[in-house]
């Protein structure tokens, strides 16, 4: 009997042992490995777009001086075409007008050409672009033509324009010319009727006689009235042309939104021209 209380006491003692709860793990859980301190995956530098090459300064076989224009698919010739850039074009084409030989002003080989039409100028462009093609100076695609109205006032700098022709935008913005806001225009603003005093020609001035507009551009203003491809309207024959002359002295006609017009065949001692050259800057 005494036996039996001993086994029965000693199974009790055993039954009194210390419970596990989950909150207490019989085992410590291993020590936490610090995990590998994750990099920033590694971006390989995009190759930078490539933007397409402007067109560079070119010059043509005339000697003629292009520059590529912001804001326009073309490059415009720095200066007005010349006298000697013309002499070369009528040497080689027979039958060409020769009025612009003697205008009636003292002219000299650098001085702009004048008496010239539209029809004359866009005849000029058309057998420089065979003549250069020809001679691999430019490429296919390239051209020469006279500039649009849209691109010349681009080029001299105007802001948008109010209007859907020519004969809507002229004067449309007002107070602003070639060379600022100014008036009357500072000396050396370029060649004008001589009552302004700001030139010392009484005619043409060779061209590039006064400083250039921020995009390489000379006598964007005065020296003569520059061709453009355009109707003045879409119901009138007559052309546009942009910049005034040397014979204008009025706020009015030096406005650079002042368009000028002009029947296609006419030849005037202040009409001249400028080139531009379409699809880049040549071979």
């Known amino acids: 009997m005494r036996q039996t209380l001993l086994l029965i006491v000693a199974v ?22 610090a995990a590998k301190k994750q990099e920033p995956p590694k971006v390989e530098p995009k190759a930078a777009g490539k933007k397409p090459t402007p067109p560079k300064a070119f010059t043509n076989t005339l000697g003629m001086k292009f520059v590529p224009i912001p804001g326009t698919e073309v490059a415009f010739c720095i200066w007005e075409t010349r006298v000697k850039d013309y002499a070369a074009y009528a040497a080689a084409n027979a039958g060409v007008d020769d009025g612009w030989k003697s205008p009636g002003i003292k002219q000299a080989d650098t001085h702009p050409v004048v008496r010239v039409s539209w029809e004359d100028a866009n005849a000029f462009c058309e057998w420089l672009t065979k003549k250069e093609l020809a001679e691999g100076k430019i490429k296919a695609g390239q ?22 022709t020519p004969k809507e935008k002229t004067r449309g913005i007002k107070d602003v010319y070639p060379w600022g806001k100014e008036w009357p225009p500072p000396v050396g603003a370029g060649n004008y009727n001589e009552s302004l005093k ?8 060779p061209v590039g006689s006064f400083a250039s507009n921020k995009d390489g551009l000379h006598d964007m203003g005065g ?61």
């Open 12 to 33: 009790a003692l055993v039954g009194c042992g210390k419970k596990t709860t989950p909150a207490e793990p019989e085992t410590k859980a291993q020590p936490v490995v």
């Open 198 to 205: 700001v030139d010392k020609f009484d005619y043409t001035s």
């Open 223 to 283: 020296n003569v009235w520059e061709w453009c491809e355009d109707k003045f309207s879409a119901t009138r024959t007559y052309r546009v042309l942009r910049g005034a002359s040397w014979l204008n002295r009025y706020p009015d006609r030096l406005l650079s939104s002042r368009r000028g017009i002009g029947s296609p065949a006419d030849r005037i001692y202040y009409f001249g021209f400028r080139c531009v050259l379409v699809g880049g800057s040549g071979g």
């Open 143 to 164: 051209k020469y033509r006279l500039p649009t109205d849209a691109e010349w006032s681009v080029a001299v700098g105007l802001g948008q324009e109010k209007g859907n």
